[in-house]
């Protein structure tokens, strides 16, 4: 584990990650389904639990009466919409959190060693923007629009945060590399020293994946915001995407801040999906203690507050690494 | 068939419920939530999400025609409710249930549907597959030729919709004005209530408000310490704070469970729900700082527009004054009516989030349609 | 083979997709055509091995996009209702110029015989780019970002219309601040 | 894959990009047109880069393109307000200043 970390190319791997072959993609859609499903299902029982009504139980099963729900139910339409974007805009949130997960390895392996892993996962969650404000605008309705402008809103104060939290890994492990990057985690994790960013990170996350705080895109005021007007299975896409946001922001945290699949007893691979879960439990339980971050007073603390905190992070974290090297 | 039953059966047990509340008739509304709720149902946000319409109480004849607007919204397989009676809940419930299983009616629906709208040609496919396109959105903005905006030329319009119109925002920078008819079905809405906002991106410049009535008076209202507590529940859930929202709806329904109609003058003393989420709510730091500054009101204002004295200050003082003063008895003989008109003049200027904040703060118990309509409220 | 392929089949892409720009009625398929015209040109650079520079273009170009989405509806007001309406001027000198253009350009590529390559390509790529900016390219950088940083206050200047004047008061007193819409910082 | 390809592709999104920025009235969808024409470009770049000289330095020149495209960006939204501001249009036909 502890090579020298520069020298681990895409091409020779080396023993930090195995790209396996790329029908193993299937997989990462199989995994990636199982958090989002996973997600769902803790949601529903912290909030059966809080509306205390019906057995836990019975809440774990609600995602998948949902889902039946919008399977039955008819699509819709509403005058001149632009369906083409609409429908893009739902379907590609899932396409976005595959193609997230695609470079996270999942113990030794996985299904694209991209050399810029980390700056590949920052494009993906940027399309995130483009897909949910598309969203908004295709149903040509106000208050769907609303929720396509708001979700802008928060973009522009959480993204460049985030961007600059995912810096401060690559500068300390000195690569771009994803399995690089958790491989240079050997006996210290990344969270433990680049607090900050770890957790401007995890706000990130809630923000791409238009969760908790930062759902006012989806508010209640504007009667469910981005998705006024969906319902049946461009819903259940939506709602779907969402999750899976979540699920593969969840898995990234793994390598960039929680040492990937290090750990004792488990193999490798067990204690990233482990890890995984309890990231992504952290933030569906969140979602419940907050309230919502209104995005014209978020723009303010995204800037003033969160940008010079992960500046600051960065220059320490590069001060250290030099000072190591 | 068997996985179609399953599915069925399933989808039923989770329905979603767009409830419509006729003005005086909050207490029914209230007790509809909450079997709702029991039920394991789930209460809907827009028409899309919805598969049960259920109207509590007669609306009157303005207030009817936007309900069956939403209802040719609801995708399908839908189903349509209406009670006048809290007695008649769980059989009606259990109706709604019944028919969202009733699968050849919902072959049949949209062919109806189309049918109704002079649609020809549609061979209504079996699923998947629901042009409610005419009926188009009702929060969109209002193409129901209202007098909102005269004189557009139609020909400029494209599928009937009016494009908008350009008007200084509050930067100063020329943007497009959308009318946009916030209500009457809405959730966390006063009901009844119609705003007729001029929107430019997400704020509002101009607001007229009118109010839908019911059918006939007698209707079936809350107590006050119930409906106080309504508006914590709503002003929550608007601030998106669905968790504690939650909690206040339970605090809400609490002592009316197992009572068909609980009497108004005797309440228990603070219940420990209750005190946990005035705790609660007072210790988010995030909450005051999301609605400190919100919709601030001076004395002045409050006498100037008829509202209630305990209006003043801003959002956050409005919800903690409420929280405090729930089992306060309320002054005999009711509160004076509030004139609707008054509603605009607070939200002119706030966007939409700022001002449902705003609207659902502010206690419109006894709203009454103004006597004198008022000429638009506009402020820059 | 294949890689061929994929190459012309992304290049194909891009062009149709620019093009679309200039047909398409609704502002918001203009802007999302041309970022998709950029996304395939970002993963064309992918192709070439520029890994880092690929993903940055996609990246800031599908950002880009759904910012200028924002513009675009701001100043034409369009709502996704397709309206047909013609927003050109001298259409005929403009096609005349850009197919001229395209002949000209592609004879240069057809006749010049093109140099063989020169040198191999460093084995990190990335690395390679970033020791290039920090040493011997380090000039570049340097220019850049005062550049940026000018542009930057001369963007704001230009298109904000309230000066601190308006916001402090006459002798920049007031505290808080008059703003149309508080932030959340509450400076 | 070859040079030839990528730099035709390149000169067919150029003249499209020439095409809108010449034709369009509206100010972005002139910025439109600019931005296919520094596509081209980074096209081009890349490709001279990786089948010409793929040595170390090469790929500064990308990155002064993407930095002068953001900056047209940036000047081109600033300008396109201020336009707006002043003179409530956004057509190139009504800023013609410069042109006399």
Known sequence: MGEPLLTSLPAAAGPAVVTVAPAWAVAVVAVLGALALAAAALDGVLSARSASAGGALGAAGRPLGEASRLLRQRRRTTVQADTLLWRTGGAGLLVAAALMLAVVPLGRWTVADLAVGVVWFNAMDVMVWALVWLVGWGANSAHALVGGYRFLAHGLGYELPLMFALVAPAIAAGSLNVGAVAAAQDGLWFAAWMPVAFLVYLLGVAGFSVWGPFAPALGTDVAGGVRAELSGVDRLVLETGRYALLAAGAAFAVPMFLGGGAGPLLPDWAWTLVKTLAVLALLVWARRRLPALRPDLFMEIGWLVLLPAALVQDLLVAVVTVWRS | MGLREVLARSAARHAHVLVVEVPGWDGLRMATERAVLERGWRLAWSPADADVLLVCGPPGPRLAAAVDLVWEQLPGPRVRVDVLDRRDLPDALAGACAGLLDDDHHRRDPRARHGAQDHGGHDGPEDHDGHDGHAGSEHHGDHDSSDDHGGHDMEMSPGGIPLAEGGDDRDGLEMDVLAVRLGPVLPHWPAGLVLHCSLQGDVLTGARAELLGAEHEDGDAADPRTRALDRVVSVLALAGWDDAAERARRVRDAPATGDARPTTADHPTASPGLARLRRRVRRSRMLRWSLRGLGPLTADDVRRLGLPEDAGGDAYDRLLHLLDDVDEPAPPGGRQAVPVDALADPVVGLDLAAARLVLAGLDLGGLSAAPAPRPEATRG | ?187 | ?100
């Open chain 3, 1 to 187: 083979m294949l890689v061929d392929i994929a190459f012309v089949a992304l290049g194909v892409v891009a062009v149709l997709s620019g093009a679309a720009v200039f047909v398409v009625d609704s502002m918001a398929r203009a802007t999302y055509a041309l970022a998709v015209s950029f996304v395939a040109v970002g993963v064309q650079v992918l192709f070439l091995q520029q890994s880092y520079v690929g993903v940055v273009v996609i990246l800031m170009m599908v950002m880009e996009m759904a910012v200028m989405a924002v513009y675009m509806v701001m100043f034409m007001g369009m709502n996704p209702a397709l309206m047909p309406m013609s927003m050109v001027h001298s259409n005929r000198t403009a096609v005349a110029t850009a197919v001229l253009t395209f002949l000209l350009l592609a004879a240069g590529i057809l006749v010049v015989d093109w140099p063989a390559r020169r040198g191999s390509p460093p084995p990190e790529v990335t690395e390679a780019l970033g020791e290039a900016l920090m040493g011997p390219q380090m000039l570049v950088m340097a220019v850049i970002s005062p550049v940026m940083v000018a542009t930057i206050v001369a963007g704001v200047v230009l298109a904000a219309p309230r000066t601190r004047y308006d916001r402090f008061g006459d002798d920049l007193r007031q505290r808080p601040p008059d703003d149309p819409q508080p932030g959340g910082v509450g400076r």
């Open chain 4, 1 to 100: 894959m070859t040079l030839e390809a990528a730099l035709l592709i390149s000169a067919a999104i150029f003249s499209v990009g020439l095409y809108g920025a010449i034709s369009q009235q509206v100010v972005v969808m002139v910025m439109m047109g600019l931005e296919l024409m520094i596509n081209a470009v980074i096209l081009a770049a890349a490709a001279c880069w990786w089948f010409l000289a793929p040595g170390p330095t090469g790929q500064v020149l990308l990155m002064v393109v993407i930095a002068a495209m953001t900056l047209e960006m940036a000047m081109g939204f600033a300008v396109a307000v201020l336009l707006h501001r002043a003179r409530q249009t956004d057509m190139t036909d009504m800023a013609t200043d410069l042109s006399r």
